[in-house]
């Protein structure tokens, strides 16, 4: 749906069975490629944050422009050892992961770093969308409600086919396109 060409390739060797380590670049996408494969963190010392615009603007306090985002280092690049760059992008790894340790303190259950990132990018959707719906959808915010739309039920098609015995199933974590 919002896929490029090189994110199709990739899907595709993916599929094929090479291993994500090998195909994807970026931080975000091998930890989400992580998360997807392990079902969360391998090891609770190495924890793995999808963190995107949304993430990024939880831990600064407040939602960010595209433009502060795309100014923000946090995209990786391999390097020629083959390793991937991820200093700054670990840095806001950090902030989740002291989060969680600190809701897992107060609460006597473990909580980790990706379960904290996942539970506020729903907020950070929700009051974005909050937002958009008190001073009108402009242009953009149509094309993304009816993505939004188009992902729901997309899901619950997929869902009703290949999850047909799954009693309680989450959605998306978007409100409704109004």
Not at 25 to 53: C, M, T, W, Y
Not at 63 to 82: C, H, I, W
Request: proline share 3%; glycine share 8%; aromatic share 8%.
């Amino acid at each position: 749906m919002f896929a490029t060409t090189g994110q199709k390739r990739a899907a595709d060797r993916l599929l094929k069975g090479e291993r994500y380590e090998d195909i994807l670049n970026g931080p975000k996408i091998r930890d989400f490629a992580h998360l997807i494969e392990f079902g969360g963190d391998q090891d609770s010392d190495d924890p793995h944050v999808v963190i995107d615009r949304h993430a990024l603007s939880v831990a600064h306090g407040r939602a960010l422009t595209s433009e502060e985002y795309d100014s923000a280092p946090v995209n990786g690049f391999r390097r020629k050892d083959g390793s991937i760059s991820r200093r700054q992008y670990d840095h806001v790894v950090s902030l989740y992961r002291r989060a969680a340790d600190l809701i897992s303190t107060r609460t006597g259950e473990r909580i980790s770093a990706h379960q904290v990132q996942a539970v506020t990018w729903l907020v950070r959707q929700r009051l974005n969308q909050e937002a958009e719906q008190r001073r009108g959808p402009n242009r953009l915010d149509k094309g993304r409600n009816q993505a939004r739309a188009n992902s729901e039920r997309a899901w619950n098609e997929f869902r009703t086919v290949f999850l047909p015995d799954l009693a309680t199933c989450p959605g998306t974590g978007y409100q409704s396109a109004a």
